[in-house]
């Protein structure tokens, strides 16, 4: 995919969402400052000038005000920086998030305010690291397993299945492979991507927009939640949700009121990483399959790089595949033992990596 095609797509998907997001978040201003519209002001950067983390970027501003400006305030990322002069450098930190930045600034000049929003573009400073794996230990699964979602907790593997009418959430053995407890979803229903908080299990649906909550221990749903768009993994960091749509995005989520708190867009030095699909939590970093591919990457949570990629390519052996085989899909982590275990879509073989750095 053509990176500068792709952030012109991505723009237009999201201007709305940016452009609202600076305007909803104001800085405290004395209650006689009315808006003026007719008071031009642009700015620079602008939404195609594209930076590296650890940049410094010249944020300059025009006010076409018939009187001297009182103040001038910045806001980057729906952060206040404060006052400013025109030519302030702003430098991105090695720990900012990339993608698309949205800023504001705010002139107040006698009793009247002008406000401007715009954007630029934050692109990882380091490329990924690339990655192998060694298969560790093989154990069975079910071939009829259409896995949309994995984790692992005190002994036992979880797992989300999808397909309407198929769709089911399990306990499973990992040695035999046997299903110990499950449910059917409602066949109109096709499952998606599962984790874990507390006593708590969540597991997302593809296009319905809805999400469920089960207790752990009896598989009984107590809450259902809904969302926009279409939920295809899910990962938890023990107290937030991490939740990927298909897109390049990743939503935070608050677990109890299902609120988006804030968004990373993934990227590697080159380009947008799209269809993140099953995701996982492992030693601070969200794994993260990437559909229709034998690639999962490994991303920062706090800014959205890709800071490795593992290529799970021939991990199923030919004579163990047929015509219902699917995709990579499937990562769990048993944190206590420090084991990774990976699978697919109706695979009949689960494994046990070691990641080895190429």
Known sequence: MDFKLFLREIFLLFAGLFVCSCNNTTATSNSNVSNDENMGLSLSPVRSDIFKQGDSIAVNFIFNGEVEPDSVVLWVDRTYIGKIDNGYLY????????????YKV?????????????????????APV???????????????AYTQGLFWDDGYLYEGTGLEGQSTL???????GNVIKYIELSPEYFGEGITM????????????????????????????FGYSGQGWGLAADGELLYMSNGSNRINIIDPETFRILRYIDVFTDKEPVVMLNELEWINGEIWANVYQTDNIVRIDPATGVVTGIIDMSKLLPI???????DVLNGIAYDEDGERIFVTGKNWKKLFEIEVLEK
């Open 319 to 325: 004579s163990d595949r047929t015509t219902d085989t």
């Open 106 to 126: 705010e002139v107040y000049a006698d009793t009247l305010k002008t406000t401007s929003v715009s954007e630029f573009f934050i692109k990882p400073s380091m």
């Open 91 to 102: 430098t991105v930190s090695h720990s900012h998030r990339v993608g698309y930045i949205p």
């Open 197 to 224: 908080i507390g006593n708590k299990i969540y597991q997302l649906t593809w296009r319905h927009g809805k999400g469920f909550v089960y207790n752990m221990d009896t598989f009984e749903k107590i809450h259902e």
């Open 130 to 144: 690339n990655y192998t794996y060694r298969v560790k230990n093989t154990f069975p699964h079910d071939g009829h």
């Open 170 to 176: 399990r306990k499973v053995s990992l040695f035999d």
